[in-house]
């Protein structure tokens, strides 16, 4: 793919038939950077891997198709099941749209939250997809936490969508700020169903004054034959520390920037993922994290499963800028493929213009250990079953790190449950 080019004029009338508020000027001028810029291509080497052809023409037919998509009614069973999961106050977005009041209780905890329609917040479009999620927005959530607020259960929000015979889109904005010496925990859980193609494109900005400390939880388990991006911007205060691990087991194509900006001294950010892939599949992960100022620190490690005829992509990029000494970066990746068919392009990169640091990266890609297999055998167990154990326990090694220990129980369900289909489909 070298071009990524949307039809302006359809999508600029579909701007312009949303509401006239204070969202207008920032559509406008996202419309005129999509323009400019277009969307990102495999001729770029960030996006060197990840073809976004397919989620463009599903864009092209949702803009031309022009149909209203379904309210929260469509998708409330599924609404109420995953409310019930989780212990949370809960906000919801459904088919691209805002959905029911903000919990009361919030408020009373130090936490506002608020629509950008109706706020002071302006949604970036540095990022050409950025630029696509302000020109379609058709509002978004504020999410501010006070100063010295401990919020006593997680924030979660819910993003799903579905589909029935028309193919559709779906754009979600959400800005955090946590004001100085405030704490708080996040859930982003992202679902659909439906047969007809889907694409989902998401931004999230995460603001951490000084000593601020988030513990932020992200799953993607979207349908198979659905389509999403997102991208986190995140920076660091002072003495602020950031806890994220985020799960990708679904979607046809799944790509997720994490950029990470750490700008006061003594900041700590520590994130980690999986991502289980099968036939079909494409799941990208993108991570940056630019030190500005030390001593600082950063560490993330990312595990791969893969099955069948699929793709996973990992990059890890950390800059030290000049002057930030004292710098401490960490960066692991491993993958397990488990079929000829399957294939990982990894890419740790660092970048060091400081003194006195302290960093390193490693990736590895292999197959199940040989070694322990024979182990396990010749303790009475099964080839399937020794190869079920050994998969297992290097996908589920990335669950102790969840930073909210009040979802790890649905976590290693979801986890496990998907585990189970790929090596099922590797038995084949």
Known sequence: ????????????????????????????????????????????????????????????????????????????????????????????????????????????AGVEVVRFSESSAIPSIDEPLAALNAALLEDGLFIRVAEGADIDKPIAILVIDDTDTTPRMSQVRVAIEL??????????????????????????????????????????????????????NVQLGCDSQLCHCGFDLGGKLSRNDLHIDIVGAGANASFNGLFLAGDGQHIDNHTRVDHRVGPARSTQEYRGVLSGACRGVWNGKVIVHAGADGTDAQQTNHNLL?????????????????????????????????????????????????????????????????????????????VEARLNELVASDAK
Request: negative net charge.
């Open 179 to 232: 004001a100085p010496n405030s704490h708080a925990q996040f859930v982003e859980y992202h679902l659909s169903s439906g047969t007809a193609e889907h694409y989902s494109n998401t931004v999230i900005d995460l603001t951490l004054a000084d000593n601020a400390k988030v513990e932020y939880l992200r799953i993607q388990n979207r349908s198979l034959n659905h389509s999403q991006t997102e991208r986190m």
């Open 338 to 414: 488990l079929s000829e068919k399957s294939e990982i392009d990894a890419k740790p990169e660092l970048e060091i213009y400081a003194d006195d640091v302290k960093c390193s990266h490693g990736t590895t890609i292999g197959q199940l250990d040989e070694a322990a297999l024979f182990y396990l055998r010749s303790r009475g167990i099964d080839l399937q079953h020794a190869r079920q154990m050994l998969i297992h326990a290097f996908g589920t090694s990335i669950i102790s790190k969840s930073p909210l220990p009040s979802v790890a129980e649905l976590l290693r369900e979801l």
């Open 1 to 108: 793919m070298t071009t990524a080019a949307l039809p302006m004029d359809v999508l600029r009338r579909v701007s312009t038939e949303l509401p006239n508020d204070r969202l207008t000027p920032v559509r406008e001028a996202a419309l005129a950077r999509l323009q400019e810029s277009g969307l990102p291509t495999t001729r770029q080497e960030n996006w060197k891997y990840t073809d976004l052809s397919g989620a463009i023409e599903v864009v092209e037919r949702a803009l031309e198709a022009g149909s209203d998509s379904p309210g929260a009614d469509s998708v409330q069973p599924e609404i109420d099941a995953v409310r019930n999961t989780i212990d949370a106050h809960w906000l919801v977005i459904a088919n691209g749209r805002i959905t029911g009041e903000t919990p009361p209780d919030l408020q009373a």
